[in-house]
Every structure is written in C-alpha cells, then in structure tokens.
C-alpha cells in the first residue's frame, strides 16, 4: 500500500499547499480519503488509475469543497463540447465512483451542485448521481473497496467526523481526519502499520472545536503501538513549526515520526515477523 499526500494544510489552501486529501494505492485499488480545495489540481498531475473509491471524513469545507471539481472533471471527459444543436448528452462515462460520506452528505452535496448549473451541458449539472455514488456512512460502518476492508470510527469534532481504517493483506493505514482527544483514536489505530494523524495545533485543544496537537498524535501513537506515525492537517509550512511539532510527537513516540508534505509518498506494510 501507499499513500501519497496530495494536500496537508488545515482549513484554506495557503503557500502552495492544498487542503487535506490522500491517494491510497494498492495493487488493484486506488481510494482518495478527504478532497479538499486544490486536491483537484493535484490529482489532475498524476498518471493513476481510476479512482475505485473515495471517503470523506467529514464535511468541512477543507474536506470536502473538491468533490464537485473533481466529479465534473470526470463528466466533462465523457461528453463533447456543445455545439449547435441541442445540448449534448454524456456519450463515455464510466460507473459513477463510491462515495462514502456522512449522514445528511448526499443533500449538502447535492445543494453545493446546484449552485453553479451549467445550462449549456446539464449533464456537468449531475455530479453527485453520474460520476460519483454517494452513500452514507454511519460509525461503525464496514465496506470494501477492491482489496481494502474500510472501516469507519467515531471521532471528536466540531462537525461529526469519522476516522478511517483501511486494512489489507499486506498493512493497515489509520487516518483520523479532524479530532480531539478520545478513548475511539485507540480504536482506530490500534496497531496499525501507518497513522496518519491531524497535529494541527502546538498546545492541546481545550476549546469544543476539536484539534489534536501534535503531543497528542504520539500518545495516540505509543498507546495504540502504531508503526510508524505521520503528521499532517498542519496550520503553518514554517520548517521551524513544522520541525517542533515532529519533536513534539517523537517525546512520546518511539516509532518513526515523519512531516506531511505535498506530493511525499509512504509505504505503508507489515512489519517482517522477529525470529528468536
């Protein structure tokens, strides 16, 4: 498996950097967890296979405003530039992609469609029922998407978030989305080969809103014996921030601690079986 970060930055788009979106990849499956502004551009400038899934971990904007870019790139592929005639209708489309959301997402996302009609070619106007599938999710919840087992965890966060599990036969990723501290991040990662985990702020959240530090991501790393830990979902690129936030989780993690940036890949496998 392998994940490729195509944005790391909470909430806008801000020096060069997209909002949260991240490309798994496995021999036979290519998933996106989150779709934030600008993960468009960046999917764009990839040679990949189709998509075979997408899950969205909440529905902040941050998260999720992508999906219609997306999803039209996908439909505009498909259906030739009007002309004369009638409005043209859509002549290679592909199945429409899963997509995992949160209760209520299908009418947020259908809402956000609506806004900008294209008259000219309504079948762009279609995102949400011909490019992708959308299906609601609820904690708890356990789906496959061609040879991953995804599994969804009730999070901490100002608007219902769940954290995502994928395993598969040759390792396990845990992505948290936007959380605080809560007893179901062990859950999540319990054990798990790779946590990509939000360290979005410097000190703990005391407020409602709900935001690990980066402290936090290696508590929930050591206690949940995770394999490796990555940082991401960060409000500066400062390389000075950036490298405090590292040593912040390396105190409490042993495991290797790594930084988010746009466009780095991480292998995520089991580890070899120790012998005696």
């Known amino acids: 498996m392998l994940v490729k970060v195509l944005g790391c930055r909470a909430g806008m788009p801000a020096d060069g950097q997209a909002s949260s979106g991240y490309l798994v990849t496995t021999a036979s499956t290519s998933l996106l967890l989150d779709c934030g502004p600008g993960v468009a551009t960046a999917l764009s400038g990839i040679d990949r296979p189709r998509l075979n899934g997408v899950v969205i971990s909440h529905l902040h904007l941050d998260h999720c405003y992508d999906l219609l870019p997306v999803g039209k790139g996908l439909l505009a592929a498909g259906t030739p530039y009007p002309g004369d005639a009638n409005p043209p209708a859509a002549t290679t489309l592909a199945p429409p992609v899963p997509l995992y959301v949160p209760a209520g997402g299908r009418s947020v996302l259908g809402r956000l469609a609506a806004l900008f009609p294209v008259t000219t070619m309504p079948v762009l106007n279609r995102v949400f029922d011909l490019a992708f599938d959308v299906r609601e999710y ?5 789906f496959q998407l061609g040879d991953c087992r995804i599994t ?10 769940c954290g995502t599990r994928v395993d598969t036969a040759g390792g396990s990723l845990a992505y948290t989305g936007d959380t605080g501290m809560t007893d179901t991040l062990l859950e999540l990662a319990d054990h798990v080969d790779l946590l990509l985990c939000e360290a979005t702020l410097a000190s703990a959240d005391k407020g409602p809103h709900g935001h690990l530090s980066a402290e936090q991501a290696g508590q929930v790393a050591a206690a949940a014996q995770a394999g490796q830990l990555v940082l991401t979902h960060f409000r500066s690129a400062d390389r000075t921030w950036l490298e405090a936030r590292r040593a912040d989780a390396e105190r409490i993690f042993d495991g290797p601690v790594h930084l988010a940036t746009p466009n ?9 079986a120790i012998t005696q």
């Open 138 to 142: 609820q904690p708890h919840d356990v």
């Open 152 to 161: 969804m965890h009730q999070l901490r966060h100002a608007a219902p978030n």
């Open 264 to 272: 780095r890949e991480f292998e995520v496998h089991v580890p070899p």
